[in-house]
């Protein structure tokens, strides 16, 4: 389509706006999917009625999930809560409802977004879905209702940074100490407004749930979306590939052979440190959930770490998988079963804890290590706690030091 070499991003957008694009032009583009949340989907459904919306342009390509406050935590949430389940009911779109798992997990899992998609979601982790070759972003609940009543959107076409991860990551290293690594270089707004293309050979070692880690976090940087090298995963052969002479913005190379585990320290996702820098720091409450590290192999690394072993006195376990099928993998295989063993809670597959709405609220002066995203102050529902941010390992092996550790801090 285009007599001009182009980025991913651009070769996505080009498909959809029915004409070659180039960076910073405003382009009117069909959606392949769109999803809201019961934090996003109470306002959308209300714009799309005040658009005189009666009928979703299809049915079959609008998502809702209820995972932010899942079960409802108070009246108002829950009344929310049934007026999704009424417009499912009336519109004939998709549903998942308390338990189900993460809006983001689902929509991979379901195969609801693919490679070369253009996918909207009123959350600002809906790039998430870039692991799988699709141009996924986040927008607002208006332009989301929007979207539901015509099948289109508008955006402006972003520039975008190549960043090619080679090396090999050394045991223990994880696609979260990757991305913590690559936020605390670019910074909290390193990437505005545009998308993040990840290649090299670290990135190709990596499974789906790390590519999804990867994805994820674009979001902390300001990035519009993250996509990533489809090499390697299977049905990757149906994957656009950037043109070998695209213009990039930037080009970023590493070799990661060196990276040690990372953490992200109070109160900004960018602040990043070894975890050396800062072992020794007390904790009261590890969580092990969200979007960015609750899927099985997340799990299966907490419970290599924990296997045989106790949480510290004074110190609590909180994990809320990905989704129940991922719970019901990890009873399956035994994962789940040596996390409980060792002290460990599980609570409702949702987000509950990540954003401060229910299921694990720090109290004042607590210390929190998190595999989730976000640590400004106040993220996880107080503002007088401290979180640091690290993979599921960590985590875990902190959970068991009772201050922040790496795995091969513990005893044998």
């Known amino acids: 389509m285009s007599g001009f070499a ?42 799309f009625r005040a658009m005189g919306g009666q009928r979703l342009w299809d049915p079959a390509r609008v998502t809702l999930v209820i995972d932010h406050a899942a079960p409802a ?3 108002r949430i829950a009344n929310l809560h049934q007026l999704m389940r009424t417009f499912a009911q009336e519109t004939g779109c998709r549903l998942y409802d308390v338990g189900d798992g993460i809006c983001h997990q689902l929509l991979v899992e379901n195969g609801h977004v693919g490679p070369g998609d253009l996918f ?108 990533v090298d489809g090499a390697g995963l299977e049905g990757s052969a149906e994957a656009l590939q950037p043109d070998p002479d695209a213009e990039y913005a930037r080009r970023l190379a590493f070799d990661v052979s060196a990276l040690t585990p990372q953490v992200s320290v109070p109160h900004a996702p960018d602040q990043v440190q070894p975890v050396a820098s800062v072992r020794g720091r007390r904790i009261h409450y590890a969580f092990i ?6 899927r099985l192999e997340d799990l299966q690394a907490a419970a290599e770490v924990l296997k045989g072993r106790r949480l510290a006195p004074g110190v609590r376990l909180i994990i809320a998988p990905a989704s129940r099928r991922v719970f019901n993998a990890a009873l399956a295989d035994g994962t789940a079963g040596i996390l409980a063993e060792a002290g460990a809670t599980f609570i409702t597959s949702g987000c509950g804890p990540c954003v401060g709405s229910h299921n ?10 998190s595999s989730t995203n976000r640590n400004f102050r106040g ?28 795995p091969a801090d513990l005893t044998p």
Not at 138 to 154: E, H, I, K, M, N
Not at 289 to 294: A, D, I, L, Q, V
Not at 360 to 369: A, L, T
């Open 289 to 294: 959930g969200s979007c960015t590290n609750s």
């Open 73 to 75: 935590p108070t009246e």
């Open 6 to 47: 182009q980025t991913l991003a651009e070769k996505i957008i080009s498909r959809h706006a029915g004409h070659a694009v180039r960076p910073n032009e405003i382009a009117v583009v069909r959606v392949d999917g769109a999803m809201a949340t019961d934090a996003t989907a109470p306002l959308a459904i209300q714009a």
């Open 360 to 369: 694990g609220v720090p109290g004042d002066g607590e210390v929190v290590i």
């Open 379 to 406: 993220r996880m529902g107080n503002p007088n706690s401290d979180i640091y941010l690290a993979s599921p390992a960590v985590v875990a092996a902190s959970a068991v030091a009772g201050c922040i550790a790496e």
């Open 120 to 227: 909207l979601g009123a959350d600002s982790h809906t790039p998430t879905a870039g692991a799988v070759g699709a141009l996924a972003i986040g927008v607002g609940s208006t332009d989301l209702a929007g979207a539901w009543l015509t099948g289109r959107t508008w955006l402006k076409v972003p520039a975008t940074i190549r960043v090619e991860l080679n090396g090999r990551l050394r045991p223990g290293v994880t696609a979260k100490d990757l991305i913590l690594f690559l936020t605390g270089l670019l910074g909290a707004d390193g990437a505005n407004y545009q998308a993040l293309e990840f290649a090299g050979e670290a990135v190709r070692a990596l499974t789906l749930a790390g590519r999804m880690v990867l994805a994820n976090m674009v979001a902390e940087m300001g990035a519009k979306a993250g996509l």
